[in-house]
T-cell receptor, first 113, second 116 residues
């Protein structure tokens, strides 16, 4: 059974700091991995999707990496801003198991000005 | 393209009542998904459609839950005889099976259900 874990559960940083959010998964047979952002009481916003054949994806100040063999992904946020405050969720799609995403519980980030 | 929309945004009901939620996916997205999210947890998969066909259902989807996508466009999720444990945010997502954004699931704002 695929399990996704995100550490830490919560993180507080001052504005301008670079930070890394971690995601680990137990079954390396994944099709892809997706990072999302969720603001309180709202839906999810897709940030980055990494296919299993890729090692990383970048979008603006965000960089996501994937190491399938070790079952890990990281989301790097450069020069954090108060507007980055949200919960960040990682999700994996398993191979040959439909298209459902398996989510972690998320990391809640707070960036203070 | 206005994104995935869901209605209603909030629903309060009494235990035992039936409720129905609607999801309108992004135009031309052929896959549509339903997830449920409780406080402090990540979303959990319920079911998904490719066009009008319901291709996968989670064991979380008890007999009281039914979902339809009759014309391959919008979808409805009905919960019969609601229980307090059904209180959650119900999220809908859609995706394409081809093109540059293949597989990226785009989520709606969710419907928050409270069962009293």
């Amino acid at each position: 059974k695929q399990e996704v874990t995100q550490i830490p559960a919560a993180l507080s940083v001052p504005e301008g700091e670079n930070l890394v959010l971690n995601c680990s998964f137990t079954d390396s047979a994944i099709y892809n991995l997706q990072w999302f952002r969720q603001d309180p009481g709202k839906g999810l916003t897709s940030l980055l999707l990494i296919q299993s054949s890729q090692r990383e994806q970048t979008s603006g100040r965000l960089n996501a990496s994937l190491d399938k063999s070790s079952g890990r992904s990281t989301l790097y946020i450069a020069a954090s801003q108060p507007g980055d405050s949200a919960t960040y969720l990682c999700a994996v799609r398993r191979i040959a198991a439909g298209t459902a995403l398996i989510f972690g519980k998320g990391t809640t980030l707070s960036v203070s000005s | 393209d206005t994104g995935v929309s869901q209605n209603p945004r909030h629903k309060i009901t009494k235990r035992g009542q039936n409720v129905t939620f609607r999801c309108d996916p992004i135009s031309e997205h052929n896959r549509l998904y339903w997830y449920r999210q409780t406080l402090g947890q990540g979303p959990e998969f319920l079911t998904y459609f490719q066009n009008e066909a319901q291709l996968e259902k989670s064991r979380l989807l008890s007999d009281r839950f039914s979902a339809e996508r009759p014309k391959g466009s919008f979808s409805t999720l009905e919960i019969q005889r609601t229980e307090q444990g059904d209180s959650a945010m119900y999220l809908c997502a859609s995706s394409l099976t081809s093109g540059p954004s293949t597989d990226t699931q785009y989520f709606g704002p969710g419907t928050r259900l409270t069962v009293l």
